[in-house]
């Protein structure tokens, strides 16, 4: 497969130039076939377009260093003048870069500026548009309060406790389980201790410990 921009000609993305990419490239595919309707309504699959704010210079060929935003589409290898439209798009924004250049206007300029300088008192007081000023003054408001992101760290850190006591949870629950299934083929088979632990994952020692158990009661 390879990926082209729309404003400047055909360029090729090597997978190897960002893991990250390459995951956002089948997300956005997978956003694309998952119907909004039963799946033999192929009537309901949606256009998907990807937007990505990247907070480092992505492209970094003397080339592109003039380009911030990018728009990439699908085409095909052997015929590049056949594409699939605007039905699946990954748009990818280079903050730093954008932010040099100063290219951009409106709204999008107004975002870039929040993203980049929000610190700066005298570069947002320059930016009028009201949800950049909303969401500035939200993040002043989070920024400022050190019981907020106390909260919040407490409240990551217990969720990631709870997802790891969950997961030892499983694991511990299945290990007891291959515990006694050992326990009832030594007490019940004449299979030998390497034979019962490829059956049940244990390891040869936890097997002739159990047998040890077994044979003592």
Known sequence: MEIRPTANGFLDLPYPASTSMLGTVKVTIGDYVRPTRPKKDYGGLRPAIGIHLLDFDLFQDPAHRDQ???????????????TLGQELQLNLIELRKADRLQRTTGALAAWIALFEHWQEDKTMSQIA???????????KQLSADAETRRLAFVRERALRDERSLLKDAREEGRTEAFRQTA????????????T??????????????????????
């Open 196 to 217: 019962i632990a490829a059956a049940t994952g244990l390891s040869l020692t936890d097997i002739a410990a159990l047998r040890q158990q077994v044979e003592t009661r």
């Open 129 to 139: 548009n009201e949800p950049v000023r909303s969401a500035l003054d939200k993040l």
């Open 68 to 82: 911030a935003s990018w728009c990439f589409e699908m085409r095909d290898a052997e015929t590049p003048t056949v």
């Open 183 to 194: 326990t009832n083929l030594i007490r019940t088979s004449d299979l030998d201790d390497a």
